[in-house]
């Protein structure tokens, strides 16, 4: 059996490698949720320790790629917590309207399906031609497939459920084309939607915006990250700014809550004042 001493220091040799070596930081998310998607992705490429794991994916840019691809956090859907979204329609959007022009952050936008269910809302209240949303996400393969928008059609019954439980009224049909197994979104809704690479760990604040969202990404950081990443968030937005995070995710615990107030505790919803 592997002594767990030796085990937590191969495992931190590896973060640290990954640093290194492609400038990914990992080594303050949280352990326990990493070292289960270490495990799949050592599962997946056939080998038995850590040491070997890491030799395999500083020597094998495929075999990084597999790993960042197991290890990205890519799990959303079309007005998943449509509570959220119906939120925004009533809250956020009466805000919005009143500005000349709108820049939002979908911070860790995955495969982008959340970033197209805002494009669909903002069209339904009339706010989308003036509004530039910044999708971002660390790993460029899922920000491919977000930029594309094609979806399983298997999904689309949950997806449209959602929608009209968030406010939605119209046929959601309307927003994509059907096309074999996949529905493919419409292109008007990628018009005013700039997809980039952006590493929240590593990199810096690129624009100020009226909107952040970044929803259920935190969780899986610890908490000196999670302050670092708040830290980001506040250089990224004026006085006024709304910050929107997940279900599970918090600001009470944050040493930046009193710079927000709460607008809705259910939708997590904050907007920044000082």
């Known amino acids: 059996m592997l002594n767990p001493k ?50 395999k994916i500083l020597h094998e840019k495929e075999s990084f790629v597999h790993f960042l691809n197991t290890v990205s956090i890519d799990v959303t859907a079309m007005f998943r917590d449509p509570d959220f979204f119906l939120a925004v329609r009533q809250k956020i959007v009466p805000i919005i309207r009143e500005l000349p022009s709108v820049r939002i952050w979908h911070a860790g936008c995955a495969t982008g399906e ?17 509004v530039r949303i910044y999708a971002t996400d660390m790993n460029a393969v899922v920000l491919d497939k977000a930029k594309n928008g094609i979806y399983p059609l298997k999904n689309i019954q949950d997806c449209t459920a959602n929608y009209h439980k968030s406010g939605g009224s119209h046929e959601f049909s309307t927003y994509y084309t059907a096309k074999y197994n996949n529905v493919i979104m419409k292109p008007e809704l990628k018009k005013n939607i700039v997809w980039a690479q952006h590493n929240l760990v590593t990199d810096r604040s690129f624009h100020e915006f009226d909107l952040i969202l970044c929803r259920n990404v935190m969780i899986y950081f610890e908490r000196p990250l999670q302050e670092h990443v708040h830290q980001l968030f506040l250089d990224s937005m004026p006085i006024g700014g ?17 710079n927000y107030m709460e607008m809705d505790g259910n939708a997590k919803l904050f907007r920044r004042v000082k």
């Open 6 to 55: 030796i085990e937590q220091i191969e495992f931190e040799l590896l973060l640290e490698g990954i640093y290194q070596a492609y400038g990914y930081d990992f080594r303050d998310y949280a352990p326990a949720s990493l070292r289960r998607r270490v495990q799949k992705s050592m599962d997946n490429l056939g080998v038995k320790t850590i040491s070997e794991f890491q030799d």
């Open 114 to 130: 959340e970033v197209y269910a805002m494009a669909i809302l903002l069209q339904e209240e009339n706010l989308y031609n003036k």
């Open 242 to 258: 709304i910050l929107g995070l997940g279900k599970k995710e918090t600001m009470y615990s944050s040493a930046f809550r009193p």
